[in-house]
């Protein structure tokens, strides 16, 4: 059972992971400084350094907690129909939960560019996301097949995200419904 003084420590991280969440999001990844996240969530830079030694490590710390979302949202491939209109409804639950996590995804892509510990968490998660389907689909394929599934899966994934950054983080004028359904009709493709 967790104490109170557990209780209370979760409480610190979760209101610095917000905070620094909210002025990254305003004032940027880059220019964000330690200084400034323990000021705005109201507690002392000593405090903030018990929980976080930087701010790729608040990052990461979010990455994980989004992590689970993330496989169940791949794991939900199992389920669907490979047409383009069963990966259409796919896409839009992988639409919401980048709208729902926009802010995290953002921070996300800016602490890729300057932190190469968060890109390699980014690159691992994707490993066990292509993993975690090329065991569910581990039928009559030699390791070379399964290895070109993999990197077939992969370049999917992040093909997807780079679209879904630029429509639901940065708000770009694109056509949503062309993007979605040129994303289905490649997916749909792969999993057929």
């Not at 993330?70 to 047409?83: F, K, S």
């Not at 709208?99 to 800016?110: G, L, N, Q, V």
Request: no cysteine.
């Amino acid at each position: 059972m967790a104490t109170q003084r557990d209780i209370d420590k979760l409480q610190t991280q979760q209101r610095i992971v917000d905070s620094a969440l909210e002025l990254f999001e305003t004032a940027g990844y880059e220019t964000t400084s330690m200084v400034q996240i323990a000021r705005h969530a109201e507690t002392s830079r000593a405090n903030l350094y018990l929980h976080f030694t930087s701010k790729s490590q608040i990052v990461l710390h979010r990455m994980r907690q989004l992590e689970s979302e993330v496989l169940g949202l791949y794991r939900g491939l199992d389920r669907v129909e490979t047409t383009v209109d069963g990966v259409m409804t796919w896409l839009e639950t992988a639409a919401q939960l980048w709208k729902t996590h926009r802010a995290e995804f953002d921070a996300i892509s800016r602490a890729m560019t300057v932190d190469s510990e968060v890109f390699d968490e980014w690159l691992e998660l994707h490993r066990r996301v292509t993993r975690s389907r090329a065991e569910a689909r581990t039928d009559s394929r030699n390791d070379t097949d399964l290895d070109q599934w993999e990197a077939h899966l992969i370049t999917l994934m992040i093909g997807l995200e780079h679209n879904f950054y630029f429509l639901y983080v940065r708000g770009q004028a694109i056509p949503e419904k062309l993007i979605l359904r040129s994303l289905a009709e490649q997916w749909s493709a792969f999993l057929d």
